[in-house]
């Protein structure tokens, strides 16, 4: 199985951009399909983008143009580069993966910790 470890959250003002970062291991990286997700306090947790094993990707509309999720096989890592952050974008943020496809679905069975990201006005 694999073990995820997010980093990368923090505190930033409306407009600025944050890049996170999962580091995986414990499996072969490259063979699992990977998201990131977010929830915020009182509401269910959501997808914000996904990359199949190919590359492909695909995004909640709420982040099209502004996110970008990336992955570095040589470093088993998966990014999520964030910007013009708005105060809605406010959330923990969580890595997952599978060795399915689930896309922004939140059935994956593999999970990371979590990482605070705060966008004030």
């Known amino acids: 199985r694999v073990q995820l470890v997010e980093s990368g959250g923090g505190s930033v003002q409306a407009g600025g951009s944050l890049r996170l970062s999962c580091a995986a291991s414990?499996?072969?990286?490259?063979?699992?399909?990977m998201g990131w997700f977010r929830q915020a306090p009182g509401k269910e947790r959501e997808g914000v983008a996904a990359?199949?094993?190919?590359?492909?990707?695909s995004y909640a509309d709420s982040v099209k143009g502004r996110f970008t999720i990336s992955k570095d096989n040589a470093k088993n890592t998966l990014y999520l580069q964030m910007n013009s952050l708005k105060p809605e974008d406010t959330a923990t943020y969580y890595c997952?993966?599978?060795?399915?496809?689930?896309?922004?679905?939140?059935?994956?069975?593999?999970w990371g910790q979590g990482t605070q990201v705060t966008v004030s006005s």
């Open positions: 997952a993966a599978d060795r399915v496809s689930w896309g922004l679905l939140t059935e994956y069975n593999y």
């Open positions: 414990g499996d072969t990286y490259s063979n699992y399909y």
């Open positions: 990359i199949d094993s190919d590359g492909s990707t």
